[in-house]
């Protein structure tokens, strides 16, 4: 028994449960709404790619709402179980710790993936069958996977903090921080630098130039690699042209922040005991 058992028993456990119907049902409510709320005036014709570019579903759906419920998804994936005891269970079965976490990993993020590809795909035979919609089948089909990858970016996040922490309090506290630091605050944490680099300010010794800075920060929210991605992928130009650099930054970054809070977990959780 190894990792995959770990991951196969958490998602089955997942699919059970009524949240993964409800987020089901959300995700093809909020995406259909998005996409009568932006639909084309009439005798105009309107692009799938428009309707996933719109404020509704990249800023509101996309990356406000979908990092939440991941974060609330995995943050006791570790910690919980240790709490209930059940824990000791499972680490009696020939499972290792790092079984045990990066199948948790896996699992929650298969879960979560269900709802996200339910949501947007319902309504694609919707929108395939508009003829005022122009639909761009491997757009929308890349978008969406762009998106679970997302949701999977904190699923790590979440399971790394669930795996180091002490007690599901602290677990919940730093699932709340991650989330408001990335997504409602980060704005407002890079405001007074670029207002700063902006105006030509910068220590001498960084070998950056403002803009380069500033292009940095953007790449280290996973949002932000997530918007760089998609929004290549949405103009036909992922991994091509000018951005092609920048574009592979971003997707290795997201890669980056699916490995590494788990591993990080993972060195803080075989130092605890059960």
Do not use: C
Not at 62 to 79: E, M, R
Not at 252 to 271: A, E, K, Q, S
């Amino acid at each position: 028994m190894s990792w995959d058992a770990v991951a196969r028993k958490d998602f089955e456990d997942a699919i059970r449960s009524r949240w993964l119907l409800a987020l089901s049902g959300l995700f093809v409510l909020l995406v259909a709404g998005a996409a009568y709320l932006v639909r084309p005036a009439p005798g105009q014709t309107i692009s799938s790619n428009d309707v996933l570019n719109s404020l509704l579903i990249r800023d509101a759906l996309v990356t406000t709402l979908v990092p939440l419920i991941a974060l609330v998804v995995a943050y006791n994936a570790v910690v919980g179980e240790r709490e209930s005891g059940s824990l000791k269970l499972l680490l009696s079965l020939p499972h290792s710790r790092a079984d045990v976490v990066f199948g948790k990993v896996v699992g929650r993020a298969g879960a979560i993936s269900v709802p996200i590809f339910v949501g947007f795909l319902l309504p694609a035979a919707v929108f395939a069958a508009i003829p005022a919609v122009t639909f761009d089948a491997p757009a929308y089909l890349g978008y969406t996977a762009l998106t679970a990858v997302l949701a999977v970016a904190f699923v790590s996040i979440a399971v790394g903090f669930s795996a180091a922490a002490a007690s599901q309090r602290l677990a919940i506290a730093g699932a709340i921080a991650v989330y408001f630091l990335f997504v409602p605050l980060w704005g407002a944490v890079q405001f007074p630098l670029r207002f700063y680099l902006g105006m030509g300010g910068g220590p001498g010794w960084l070998p950056l130039a403002g803009t380069e800075v500033l292009r940095m920060l953007r790449l280290v929210n996973p949002s932000g690699s997530f918007k760089i991605v998609a929004s290549g992928l949405m103009q036909g130009s992922l991994f091509s042209g000018g951005n092609a650099n920048f574009q592979v930054s971003a997707a290795l970054m997201l890669v980056v922040w699916i490995l590494t809070p788990p591993l990080l977990g993972l060195l803080r959780f075989r130092t605890r005991d059960l």
